[in-house]
């Protein structure tokens, strides 16, 4: 037996309460597809990867293994807390965001895949990846924004805010682990009220679901992300309309600002930000197709003219 990872070199009899991987895999996947979770298998999968503290796809050639009865105790519990709509990131404690992994906690919000459609966006405009640039990332959370774009932009240095202290602890040992520490500072604030001015990019995914709208969240988000990572407001515009004033004095005038937006947001964000004075305005769509973050500049650089940017935002 593996005694580290928990699994007995299989096949060999199965002495109770020990169990195929194969069954134990089986098993959860019919329990977690039966409560409507979402994606029972690669769930299970995960999860017992995480009780044998093993890579969840080496799992996939292991099926005949046995797994030592510890394990599959702890199985069973992970499972139950998945069954309890518990999210398989959190129950692990990371997530994988633009190919970096994140510590999750209680205090942040847990990153989405959508986001990252922020990260290509902002990458996009950027006509020299090796030029100096300094960002502010409003909202910090894991810090994800802000460790994906460093690791992209190698002589980059950033400033991550966030209102709740806790949150920047996880966001202080996600750079350490993905190695950014060194580019990177972190600053509890409202929004941008602590800093200067003088930006070449300020980039937020602020809190912009509707108060409205609370019925319609999954248990995996209502119950799990914090709450002031989520709403905003009555309509979810409310954080988009504290910082919006302040944005032209962050960024240079030919700084970039780029903000994530929820579903059906994108004009009325777009108006905020033409009101704050930023007249090249422009939406990006998500994989999915959906209108998800806004780029604005006050002016656009020569260098950017031919790019894109210069287009106004053909908003509602
Ligand atoms: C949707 S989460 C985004 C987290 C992370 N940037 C991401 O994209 O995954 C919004 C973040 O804004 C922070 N926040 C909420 N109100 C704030 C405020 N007034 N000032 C600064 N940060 C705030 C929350 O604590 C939370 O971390």
Known sequence: MDAKSGLVDGPGPTP???ARVSDLLRDAAARLGKAGTGAPRLDARCLLGHALGRDPASLATRGNDVVARDAVRRFRRLVSRRLAREPVSRIVGAREFWSLTFELGDAVFDPRSDSEALVEAIL????DREAPARLLDLGTGSGCLLAALLGELPNATGIGVDVDPAALRVARRNLVRN???GRARLVC???GDAMGGGFDIVVANPPYV???DMDGLAPEVVDHDPRRALF????GLDAYREIAPDLCRLVRPTGLVALEIGRGQAGSVAALLRGAGFAAIESRRDLAGVERCLLA???IPKSQ???GLGMAFQGR
Request: no cysteine.
């Open 179 to 181: 190695g950014l520490r």
């Open 305 to 307: 003219a031919k790019k």
């Open 189 to 191: 604030a409202n929004w």
């Open 16 to 18: 109770e309460p020990e």
């Open 124 to 127: 996009s405009t950027a006509p």
């Open 210 to 212: 509707a108060v409205r």
């Open 232 to 235: 905003g407001g009555r309509d």
């Open 297 to 299: 500049r006050q002016r």
